[in-house]
Structures are given as structure tokens and as C-alpha cells.
């Protein structure tokens, strides 16, 4: 599976009036939550495509490593907009990387960006949007689940042909994708 992964807002929550602390290796601390829960969905085939507006700060086995360290076992990471054309927004790159490669072994992607709630509905139900202060976290496995299950199950295609059926995931998730919401408990 391809993991569309941001880090601010996901990884490393963002709070205005608090710094980020930075790890030994010179990059931000991640949320000892958000590591434990993405952790659950890295495999060995696991690809990482960073999508963070970081991804530039170091070469791509630099950021193997700082997963790594931080507890993350990838072995294949990329850089989303490798070609350093003019910057899109989030939504575009994410488009444009999702139109140009294939998705046949699974998409998630993990991100804060509100600009994603304007994807199509078959680009959108892979989305698990977190809330930027808090990050990834326990609550959103349901919804990481879902996607990963559809997979595995084969229920989610791009076809023009089948993307009436290809939204249904994306429905039965409502609210499990945004993190801003509170559990009912």
C-alpha cells in the first residue's frame, strides 16, 4: 500500500502557541499516538509518499531513517512533486500523483489539509483527514481499517464505470474520516 503521508497536523501536532520539540536528528518530535496507530498499517511492502511541505528538507534515505528511528519500519519512501516544478496546492499534487501512478496495491492517504475535502468522491474515500492540533491517533483506525479492508477486498476502483460503487466506502465512512470529531462515549 501507497501512504500519501503529511507530517504537520498528522504526525506532529501543530499548536500555534506551543513549539514542536525537535528530535536529535533535527526534525520535529512525532505524537507517540500517531506513531503507534500508523504503525499498524506498515508492512514490508509499505511505500511512504511524503506529502508535507518538509519533504525537501532531506534526500529520501534521510527520511527512511528518521522513520526508522522514530519507530516506523519502511523501506520505500518518496517525495510527492519530485520534479520541483512551480509549488500546486496540496489537492493538486495529490491529483496529479493519483491520476499518473498506479493505485492496484492500495492508497491511504493521511493528511490535515481542508483543501482535500474538494477531492472527487473516488480520490476522497481514500482520505483519513486528522484534526492539525491533535494528529493521527487511536480513534482513527475504523476509518484506516475501512480503506485498507476495501483493498483487500477489491471494492475500490477508479473506473468511470464502477464510481458509483467506488464512493460507497467513502460514504459508509463519513465522520470516521475527520479527526475533529469526538467520540460519542
Not at 506532529?12 to 533535527?26: G, R, T
Not at 523501506?75 to 496546492?89: E, G, I, T
Not at 464505470?161 to 465512512?173: G, S, V, Y
Request: hydrophobic letters at 40%.
Amino acid at each position: 500500500m501507497k501512504i500519501l503521508l503529511d507530517l504537520d497536523g498528522v504526525m506532529v501536532p501543530v499548536k500555534n502557541w506551543k513549539p514542536a520539540q525537535l528530535d536529535e536528528d533535527k526534525f520535529f518530535m512525532f505524537s507517540p499516538n500517531a506513531i503507534e496507530t500508523l504503525r499498524l498499517f506498515i508492512t514490508r511492502e509499505t511505500h511512504i509518499v511524503l506529502t508535507t511541505s518538509h519533504k525537501s528538507r532531506f534526500r529520501t534515505k534521510e527520511w527512511i531513517s528518521i522513520l526508522n528511528r522514530r519507530g516506523l519500519p519502511v523501506r520505500k519512501v518518496s517525495k510527492l512533486n519530485r520534479l520541483k516544478v512551480p509549488a500546486k496546492s496540496r489537492k493538486e499534487e495529490i491529483l496529479d500523483y493519483l491520476t499518473q501512478t498506479s493505485i492496484d496495491d492500495g492508497i491511504l492517504i493521511l493528511d490535515d489539509d481542508r483543501s482535500l475535502n474538494d477531492l472527487q468522491p473516488e480520490f476522497k474515500q481514500f482520505l483519513v483527514q486528522t484534526n492539525t492540533m491533535i494528529g493521527l491517533r487511536q480513534e482513527h483506525i475504523p476509518a484506516i481499517e475501512a480503506i485498507v479492508k476495501a483493498y483487500q477486498q477489491k471494492s475500490i476502483c477508479l473506473s468511470p464505470a464502477t464510481a458509483a460503487t467506488a464512493t460507497k466506502p467513502a460514504k459508509a465512512l463519513r465522520g470516521a474520516h475527520d479527526g475533529s470529531r469526538r467520540s460519542s462515549r
